[in-house]
C-alpha cells in the first residue's frame, strides 16, 4: 500500500511543490485579512491535489494497471483515502515554514499560525469533504465523479466570499473567532471523533462500490 | 499435466453483446486467442483477470478460482495490454519501482538482463518511448517476476515486423520453461502461425474452435473448383463460399472429405489461420 502512497507522491512531486507553494502564498496574501488562510492551506490545497491525481491517473487510464496488480482492493482505497493526510501535513508544513518565516522577517503580510482549533476544522473539513467525494469516485470514476468536483468548487468560491461578506458587515466578528469560539476542548474531541466514523463508513463503502467497479 | 487456465461456460451479457466462452491452455504451450476486432478477446481476458464481472459460469487459474484466489493468482500471472497505461510521467526505473514491490517473486536481475535484450534505457520517461519500445516495457514488466502464466492482449498490434519477431522469439524461449503457458490474443493471426500450440478461435462472443494448430493446418483446407461442384457437396463440408465467374473457393474443415466427394476435380491448399478465421468470419456454408 506505500508503493500506492509512494506512486502518487512520485507523479506529482513538481506540481506538489509548486501547487502547494503557489496556492499557501495565495491564502495568506490574499485572505489573511478576511479569514484564516490555513483553512485554504489545509483543506482546499490536499482537495486540489487529489483532484490532480486522480486526473492523471484518468488521463493515463492506470486504474487497470493497479487492478491487474497482486494487490487488495482495500490497500487501493485506503491508499486513496490516506494519500490526503499527506498532502494535508505538506500543505500545512508548507505555511507553516512560510508564516514563520514572515513573521522572523517582520513582513507585514505575516500569516496566521495554525492553532489546535484550526487543525480540528481542518481535520473535520477535509474528512467530510473526502467522505463525500471518494465513494462517488469509486462508484462512478473520475469523469463522472467531476459532478460533486464541480460543486465543491463553486461551493469552494461562494463560500469565502459569504464569510468575507459577513464578516466585514460583523468588523467586531473576525474570522480567527469563529473558529476558535467553535471548537472548545470537548467540542473538538467530539467533532473528531464524529469524524473518524465518518470516515470510516465512507472507506467501507468506497471498497464495497470499488469491489463492484469494472474497468 | 494439469491445466493452468480453464474457462468453463463463462458468460457475460451486455446490451448488445453477449459472451459465452469454454476452453483451457496446458502448461507448456502458447495459446493463440484469435478472432475479429469486437469478437470478445478483449472481454475474455478482462474477465480472467477479474477486471469485469463474469455473469456466470467459472475461471480457474493454477486450479483456482479466479475471485476467490485473484491475489495468489495475480502474484503468478504476468500480463500484458493492448496499449501502454503505465504512468507516462515517470521513468521506466521509476515504474518498475513501483511495480516490482508488488510482486514476491521480483527478479531484478532478470529485469536488468531484459533490458539489456530490448535495450530499454531505463532513465527514459516513459511517454519518451516508441510504441514498441512502451510494449517492450510492459513485457519485462509481465516477464520479470516469474509469471507462470503470461497473459497478452493484442501485444503485437501496432508493432513493426522486427519488434514483432523479437517479441515471439521471447515467447518461444519463456516456453522452454514447460510449467508455464501464454495466452497471446491477437488478429495478426501470421504471428500464431509459427509458435502457437493451440488457437482458440471466437467470433461474436462465440467459440467457434479450440484445437491444436497442426489439427487445424493439417484438417483444414482451402478448396477451390468449378461452381458446378457446388452441387455435389456434402451440407455443411464449404465453409465461407466466394464465387466468381471462374469458380468458387471455399474453406473445408475435413479435406479428407472433400477430396473423397471431389476427387481431383478440386484444388486443395494447405490454409494460413488468416484463412480459417477469414472465410468462417465472411462466408455462406453450404
Not at chain 1, 172 to 185: A, K, M, N, T, W
Not at chain 1, 194 to 202: N, Q, V, Y
Not at chain 2, 125 to 140: A, D, H, P, V
Amino acid at each position: 500500500m506505500a508503493q500506492l502512497i509512494i506512486k502518487d507522491m512520485l507523479l506529482q512531486r513538481k506540481r506538489l511543490i509548486y501547487f502547494t507553494l503557489f496556492y499557501n502564498v495565495f491564502a495568506i496574501l490574499i485572505l489573511q485579512d478576511f479569514f484564516l488562510p490555513y483553512l485554504v492551506a489545509g483543506i482546499v490545497v490536499p482537495y486540489i491535489m487529489l483532484q490532480t491525481a486522480l486526473a492523471y491517473e484518468e488521463m493515463n487510464k492506470s486504474e487497470i494497471v493497479i487492478n491487474s496488480l497482486p494487490v487488495r482492493k482495500e490497500k487501493i482505497v485506503l491508499a486513496r483515502y490516506l494519500t490526503i493526510f499527506i498532502y494535508l501535513l505538506i500543505s500545512i508544513l508548507c505555511y507553516s515554514i512560510l508564516t514563520f518565516l514572515m513573521n522572523l522577517f517582520n513582513l507585514p503580510l505575516a500569516g496566521e499560525p495554525v492553532s489546535l482549533a484550526g487543525i480540528v476544522v481542518i481535520f473535520v473539513g477535509i474528512g467530510i469533504i473526502v467522505s463525500i467525494y471518494l465513494p462517488i469516485f469509486f462508484r462512478y470514476g473520475y469523469i463522472k465523479g467531476r459532478v460533486f468536483h464541480t460543486v465543491f468548487t463553486v461551493a469552494a468560491l461562494i463560500l469565502p466570499t459569504v464569510a468575507v461578506k459577513i464578516i466585514g458587515e460583523n468588523p467586531e466578528l473576525p474570522g480567527r473567532f469563529v473558529v476558535e469560539d467553535l471548537v472548545g476542548v470537548r467540542t473538538g474531541i467530539i467533532l473528531l471523533l464524529l469524524t473518524l466514523l465518518i470516515l470510516t463508513i465512507s472507506f467501507n463503502l468506497s471498497v464495497w462500490f470499488y469491489k463492484k467497479r469494472e474497468f | 499435466m494439469s491445466a493452468i487456465l480453464e474457462v468453463d461456460n463463462l458468460r457475460k451479457e451486455y446490451r448488445d453483446f453477449n459472451l459465452n466462452v469454454s476452453f483451457s491452455l496446458e502448461r507448456g504451450y502458447l495459446m493463440g486467442f484469435i478472432g475479429p476486432n469486437g469478437a470478445g478477446k478483449s472481454t475474455t481476458i478482462k474477465l480472467i483477470m477479474n477486471l469485469l464481472k463474469k455473469d456466470s459460469g467459472a475461471i480457474k487459474v493454477f486450479g483456482l478460482d479466479n475471485v476467490k484466489n485473484e491475489i495468489e493468482i495475480k502474484q503468478r500471472i504476468g500480463f500484458v495490454y493492448d496499449q501502454n497505461y503505465y504512468y507516462d510521467e515517470l521513468t521506466v526505473e521509476e515504474m518498475k519501482g513501483i511495480i516490482s514491490r508488488f510482486y514476491a517473486d521480483w527478479d531484478d536481475e532478470l529485469y536488468r538482463s531484459y533490458l539489456k535484450i530490448f535495450d530499454l534505457d531505463p532513465r527514459k520517461k516513459i511517454k519518451e518511448l516508441s510504441k514498441g519500445m512502451q510494449m517492450k516495457f510492459s513485457l519485462i514488466m509481465a516477464l520479470s517476476h516469474h509469471a507462470e502464466l503470461i497473459i497478452m492482449d493484442e501485444p503485437t498490434s501496432g508493432l513493426d515486423p522486427i519488434v514483432r519477431r523479437e517479441l515471439l522469439q521471447i515467447l518461444s524461449e519463456i516456453l522452454q520453461n514447460e510449467n508455464k503457458g501464454i495466452l497471446l490474443s491477437t488478429h495478426i493471426t501470421s504471428d500464431l502461425d509459427k509458435i502457437a500450440d493451440y488457437i482458440t478461435f471466437i467470433n461474436q462472443g462465440r467459440i467457434v474452435e479450440t484445437t491444436t494448430r497442426d489439427f487445424l493446418l493439417e484438417n483444414y483446407g482451402v478448396v477451390r473448383g468449378k461452381k458446378e461442384l457446388l452441387m455435389q457437396t456434402d451440407k455443411g463440408l464449404l465453409i465461407g463460399v466466394k464465387e466468381n465467374e471462374f469458380g468458387f473457393e471455399a474453406l473445408v474443415k475435413d479435406k479428407a472429405r472433400a477430396r473423397e466427394i471431389f476427387g481431383d476435380k478440386i484444388i486443395i491448399d494447405k490454409p494460413t489461420l488468416e484463412d480459417i478465421m477469414y472465410y468462417q468470419i465472411d462466408g455462406k456454408v453450404v
